[in-house]
């Protein structure tokens, strides 16, 4: 079937017409919201299916010609805007995925008064604005915010300290630099969850964090996320990877932590060969790639980051094909693998209890122009009715300490269920 995409402009959108599109979307679609663009997305138009996810190297060629074929017409917009590929890709970069070109996609910038509504069928009566005042209609529930009823970790923490400390040897006889172990919780709601709740909760936390809710398998992931994993726009590609952490743990003595973060030995370390790995892999697919030698801190509510910027540009052609294939390149990077990528995954499946899933994979979207933002699923949960699965990690290396490390691991998992509390 041929598919047709019709985009059409709105003026006055409100902020009551925001809240109703991202709860609808949380609930039932897919929502992507950052600083710089909030993307809606219901329904499916095509489903693009990666057997052996990223790692296969036709997949962004399967991407773009998916893409490429949709016919847009109607008003221009930003990227992002009109006929996108998004979803929720595994950490397992060789795991299967699937990307969705949806049938719906309302996209706006928070800073303006503006949105724009494209609608993709087989084009016969594409009518975006009123498709969008149909979801906003049908989704006006209010639903109380659940609690908490049980939890158990997995592993236990003195179990975690044990897998970090055999992570450290491993690290000094050579197996590796650096490598990311996680542990997870595993959960129960008094309720069946409702999921535009827990991502309102989550972002009121996290407010500068980038909020994601999307269809994994039969789950829904939903999290606020710190880090950007990958966005290209017009051949520019830019990365900010986030390693190094101290726990905030109080408000009187932040000043001092943050400082003790700045010249941390060990976090510096830490944080530059994540930088080093992403800028080598991406200085094959660019003309000129660059990063500052001094990260930045990157302060949330709980934790501090180390952060830095890295930016690009791509060469040769500036499609979706050239986004996905830097995609590909970086994820994962060392920020959640490790360095070397190869021996660092073979420890985490050898050192963790089970299979990450959607955890600290990509979560985004890409279009046929090939503007594209991939943030990190991080400080999120999994959910499926009243369940959920949440899922901390910390960067090992040659000098870390198993407490430390499971400190910070318990401090980023409290982070993410405080968006439980009354």
Not at 44 to 66: C, F, K, N, S, Y
Not at 217 to 230: C, D, K, N, T
Not at 264 to 275: D, G
Request: glycine share 10%; hydrophobic share 45%; aromatic share 4%.
């Amino acid at each position: 079937m041929s598919l047709h995409a019709r985009r059409v402009r709105l003026e006055g959108f409100g902020r009551d017409h925001a809240r109703q599109l991202e709860r609808a979307a949380a609930r039932h679609g897919a929502l992507h919201a950052s600083d710089e663009l909030v993307v809606c997305a219901f329904g499916q138009a095509a489903a693009i299916t990666l057997d052996t996810g990223l790692a296969d190297v036709a997949a962004p060629a399967r991407v773009g010609e998916a893409l490429e074929a949709v016919e847009l017409e109607g008003d221009d917009g930003p990227g992002g805007s009109g006929v996108v590929a998004l979803g929720s890709l595994p950490f397992d970069a060789g795991a299967r995925g699937e990307l969705l070109v949806p049938s719906l996609l309302c996209a706006w910038q928070p800073a303006g008064a503006s949105a724009w509504i494209t609608e993709i069928g087989d084009g016969a009566r594409l009518h975006p604005a009123a498709a969008m005042h149909a979801i906003i209609a049908g989704d006006d529930r209010r639903v109380p915010h659940q609690m908490i009823d049980t939890v158990t970790e997995h592993p236990v923490g003195a179990d975690y300290a044990d897998a970090v400390a055999a992570c450290v040897a491993r690290i000094r006889s050579g197996d590796a630099e650096k490598v990311v172990l996680a542990r997870r919780l595993l959960g129960r709601a008094t309720q069946p969850i409702d999921v535009a709740a827990l991502a309102r909760a989550l972002h009121a936390t996290e407010p500068s964090c980038t909020l994601y809710a999307y269809p994994h398998g039969g789950s829904r992931f939903v999290g606020a996320s710190p880090e950007l994993l990958l966005a290209t726009s017009g051949g520019a590609v830019a990365a900010h990877p986030l390693a190094g952490t101290v726990p905030l743990l109080a408000a009187d003595n932040a000043t001092d932590q943050i400082a003790w973060l700045r010249g941390s030995a060990k976090n510096l370390a830490e944080h530059r060969l994540v930088v080093e790995d992403i800028v080598a892999r991406l200085s094959e697919l660019c003309d000129a790639i660059g990063a500052p030698a001094t990260p930045e801190v990157v302060r949330l509510t709980t934790v501090a980051h180390l952060g830095t910027w890295i930016d690009g540009k791509l060469s040769g052609r500036h499609d979706a094909y050239a986004a996905m294939r830097a995609l590909a390149a970086v994820h994962p990077t060392p920020a959640v693998g490790g360095v070397p990528r190869d021996a660092a995954l073979a420890l985490i499946s050898e050192l963790e209890t089970g299979p990450r899933g959607p955890w600290a994979g990509p979560v985004g979207w890409v279009d046929a122009d090939g503007t594209s933002t991939w943030t990190l699923g991080l400080r999120g949960l999994c959910v499926d009715g009243a369940d959920f699965e949440a899922w901390g990690g910390a960067g090992i290396v040659a000098d870390s300490e198993p407490q430390s490390e499971l400190d910070e691991t318990t401090v980023k998992l409290a982070s993410v269920l405080r968006a439980f509390s009354p």
